[in-house]
């Protein structure tokens, strides 16, 4: 059986992160269930990890890696960028925070979208949709 590694790193102070990275969380785990199921079928078993980071990692901040690879570097044509998160500011204490975004498609997505993971997924899994 192939083994699929899904890998989410997000800030962690004191058990709270910002909510773009909460937003991709709860995201990631709809569709890691849903995966499971899918995948299973192909011979592909899901292994979920998530990794809390410290404020001074927060560059690495809504990673989602697969088997190690970040997702914009499996979707062809996507990209990380960042913006200002008002929410990793109050979280930090700090007046400007930037945290990570993802841009595909003519679209930038603060908190990642299933339609996307899902893909990404599929395709690290060398499962094309």
């Not at 890696?65 to 996507?78: C, I, P, Q, S, W």
């Not at 500011?89 to 979208?113: D, F, H, Q």
């Amino acid at each position: 059986m192939k083994k699929l590694t899904i890998e989410w790193r997000h800030l962690d102070i004191d058990g709270k992160t910002c909510l773009r990275c909460s937003g991709t969380g709860k995201t990631l785990n709809e569709v890691v269930a849903e995966l499971m199921k899918d995948l299973s079928p192909h011979g592909v078993k899901i292994e979920f990890m998530e990794t809390t980071l410290a404020e001074t990692e927060i560059s690495q901040s809504n990673v989602i890696l697969f088997n190690g690879v970040a997702l914009e570097d499996v979707l062809t044509g996507a990209k990380a960028s960042e913006s200002c998160c008002e929410s990793c500011s109050c979280l930090t204490g700090k007046e400007e925070v930037y945290c990570r975004t993802v841009e595909y498609e003519g679209k930038i997505y603060e908190e990642i979208p299933e339609g996307i993971i899902y893909r990404a997924a599929l395709k690290a899994a060398g499962i094309e949709p």
